[in-house]
């Protein structure tokens, strides 16, 4: 300084070591080996390879032409078949009875094959219904003692509120009351007649002016799941019959007669089974029986995330390009100028992470979006019924699916990085992803140890593609099979989500660590 | 040929991996044989469980290990450059093959041998107490057994032909694993019975492990299994 000379400078541009330059080298990393593109391209092309396989290899057994399923009031599949006695109401009125029994019987379950035994059946219901008509998928609000769920008033299928607890029987009858006021229903229950509580209120946009009210009688079949490859699912047929009395009809436009109707046409049965829906009344005592349900219909066809099977064989590819990301560096010594270049470790793994993760994610969101309607339409050709979804539960599946894919990438992406060796760190994260979710859905473990399983491995992520939801109010299979799993869609993806972080961390803290 | 497998069996055990994934599989093996068979219930009316199967069922977890010791046997070699000296020293390349796939074999059906008596003795002392009843002393459980130790023995050479034909290690696993893992999940979802019996036969983890039943009893479809391991690496080429 002191001589006075001009600080040197070079001419030459100060090169960048910003984190969008770390992207940049990292994307054309995987830009230019071969291998991996096409890695990436046969994953999307897998996903719908094995969705086509699976609906070529799966005709719906039911002979002929399908049952045509109702839709409830908010498009939703709906099951509407039970025994109705109804009168017409004209405008606002309500109706009153009380119920001293609710008895059930139920065809050869599992420890009787041979019989029809009586028992009760849980979710057998028996009560006051105001019904738009009596076709199937009508918006409806009913009140109703359950088999062993105390009252409930339940409306538009998918609604359900506790009313007070306890079985109903001659010594402890329940008296039941709803009341329509324009499109607002509100049911009441009380133990005497006198001493009422509001359960809830239902509103039904649109209702008629003219609606049908009257008894009803549901008893949904008895599931049974048994666990396995070679288990599957058994359904029982029920019949629920109830005794009705103190019948008081408030209200315009009641012919005085009562109309007994099986809605949803007469129930599965035959001369064998005698499950015939029906009702006489004698001195103001009504007995009332009825099969069939009104819910949900949850199972019995398919839904779109179970088109998406292929997801396993994409993520096996997706696994080995992820891990091969960073193993083939540590092979090929590459790692030595990657990290020469840009020294701040952990900041390469998040530019690793974001490209292997965001190439995965778009190559599988097209993937799945191009798979879901190819393989609908092929499924439907075959015969099955497929579940009708919202546009915001289907964006969900795709999304969840690609999201899924991209985040096993970016797990084996850590998982290369913390064991170096390719061999090691595939099979780790296909063993921790497949394994699991085999074990839990073809093994002999008991449903709640799968079901267990499904919440803490990584397996838990193939929530994301669960597109109907589950009801406690509803007896139903629900397993993987059917597309259900015990945690909700984020919640499970959350899980994945939480072991990549974790591998992510270690791998980010052995990175600077070691050797390169 | 001895000196061939000599060669192979210190390469084999020199390397510090071996032992931790023969102590892997076996140690994999047995626990989730553990797992399962403590998990299970069989009511007193009965059921259609199969003792033999559920003692054995940590089977699916060691075969795993079993993939990597396999594929890393072959694919080290390539990874490292050892192929090159490997071939120089000995030139006919089906003796080297051969003499991997004897040494792994072996060592596999030692260390498979040990997991799965390990795991049936297991079954033997907590299948009671869950309602199921295991013996060893059972014809259909000792084939049971002995079939388990072989389908790891198979598992192992498909891996290495596998492995010899890709000689990329992750791209071999993939490919493995992708065999062994998919069948089952696609067999599932296929609803019509013939499909799922086509899947399952020609799947090599669902027909090899049909040698697990001890009722309703299957042939052993594995193999042409075995065969194609065999076909893959006569397209072995350094």
Request: charged share 10%.
């Amino acid at each position: 300084m002191t001589l006075g000379t001009a600080r040197y400078q070079s001419r030459l541009r100060t090169g960048r070591d910003g984190f969008l330059q770390l992207l940049h080298a990292e994307w054309t990393k995987f830009r230019t080996v071969r291998g991996w593109v096409v890695g990436t391209l046969v994953a999307a092309l897998v996903m719908v390879g094995v969705g086509l396989l699976v609906a070529a290899g799966s005709h719906s057994s039911c002979g002929g032409p399908c049952a045509v399923i109702p839709l409830g009031p908010d498009g939703e599949a709906v099951d509407d078949t039970f025994y109705f006695a109804h009168q017409p109401l004209q405008g606002d009125g309500s109706i009153t009875v009380r119920i001293t029994s609710l008895t059930s019987l139920v065809t050869y379950p599992p420890d009787h094959p041979h019989d029809i035994v009586s028992r009760v059946v849980p979710w057998a219901k028996a009560g006051v219904i105001v019904k738009e008509s009596t076709r199937q998928g009508s918006a409806y609000a009913a009140v109703a003692v359950t088999g062993s769920h105390g009252v409930r008033m339940q409306y538009n299928y998918t609604q359900d509120t506790a009313g007070s607890p306890g079985p109903v029987s001659a010594a402890s009858p329940r008296w039941l009351r709803l009341t329509r006021s324009g499109d607002w229903l509100t049911g009441y229950d009380s133990a005497d007649g006198t001493h009422w509580a509001k359960i809830g209120t239902a509103h039904l946009a649109g209702l008629p002016a003219t609606v049908q009210v009257g008894l009803f009688v549901a008893s949904p079949a008895d599931v049974h799941v048994t666990p396995g490859i070679a288990g599957g699912t058994t359904e029982h047929l029920t019949q629920s019959t109830a005794e009705f009395d103190n019948v008081s009809f408030q209200g315009e436009g009641s012919s005085g007669t009562w109309t007994g109707d099986n809605v949803g046409g007469p129930p599965p049965g035959g001369p064998a089974l005698p499950l015939g829906g029906g009702f006489n009344e004698s001195d103001g005592r009504f007995t009332v029986s009825g099969a069939g349900d009104i819910a949900p219909f949850l199972t019995g066809g398919r839904t779109i995330g179970r088109t998406l099977t292929g997801t396993f064989a994409a993520l096996i590819v997706v696994i080995v390009v992820g891990t091969m990301f960073i193993t083939a560096e540590y092979r090929r010594g590459m790692i030595r100028t990657t990290l020469t270049a840009g020294p701040r470790r952990g900041r390469v793994l998040a530019a690793k992470a974001i490209v292997i993760g965001s190439v995965t994610f778009v190559a599988a969101l097209a993937a799945a979006a191009i798979t879901i309607p190819i393989v609908v339409s092929a499924l439907r050709a075959n015969g099955w019924y497929i579940f009708p979804a919202t546009s915001l539960t289907e964006l969900r599946v795709v999304a969840g699916t690609a999201a899924l894919l991209a985040v096993a990438a970016v797990l084996a992406l850590a998982v290369g990085t913390v064991l170096r060796s390719s061999a090691a760190a595939v099979t780790t994260v296909i063993v921790a992803i497949v394994l699991p979710y085999i074990l839990a859905t073809a093994s002999p473990l008991p449903e709640g140890a799968s079901e267990w399983l499904l919440r803490l491995t990584p397996a838990a992520a193939f929530a994301v593609q669960q597109s109907l939801p589950q009801y406690p109010q509803v007896n139903a299979a629900y397993t993987v099979w059917n597309g259900f799993y015990p945690l909700p869609p984020w919640a499970g993806f959350g899980v994945l989500c939480a072991y990549t972080a974790l591998a992510l961390g270690v791998a980010a803290y052995l990175l600077r660590r070691r050797d390169a | 040929m001895r000196q061939a497998l000599h060669a192979e069996w210190t390469k084999l055990r020199t390397v510090p991996s071996t032992g931790w994934l023969l102590l892997a599989c076996i140690a994999l093996t047995v626990a989730l044989s553990i797992v399962v068979a403590a998990a299970v219930i069989c009511p007193s009316s009965g059921c259609e469980l199969d003792p033999a199967k559920v003692s054995l069922s940590g089977i699916v977890l060691g075969q795993a290990v079993v993939v990597i010791l396999a594929v890393l046997a072959m694919s080290g070699e390539y990874s490292s450059g050892m192929i090159r000296v490997t071939l120089a020293a000995m030139p006919r390349r089906i003796t080297v093959l051969a003499a991997k796939a004897a040494v792994l074999t072996g060592a596999v059906l030692a260390a498979g041998s040990i997991a799965v008596l390990a795991s049936v003795l297991a079954g033997q002392l907590i299948l009671p107490g869950h309602g199921l009843s295991l013996s060893l002393a059972d014809e259909p459980v000792l084939r049971a057994a002995a079939g388990s130790v072989l389908y790891l023995g198979l598992i192992a050479l498909l891996s290495l032909g596998v492995a010899a034909a890709v000689r990329d290690g992750a791209v071999a696993i993939g490919v493995v694993l992708s065999l062994l893992y998919l069948f089952p999940v696609v067999a599932q979802v296929v609803t019509d019975p013939d499909w799922q019996q086509r899947l399952q036969r020609i799947g090599p983890m669902t027909a090899g492990l049909a040698i697990q039943a001890t009722i309703g009893l299957r042939s052993l479809p594995i193999s042409p299994w075995a065969g194609l391991g065999v076909l893959a690496a006569w397209r072995w080429q350094p």
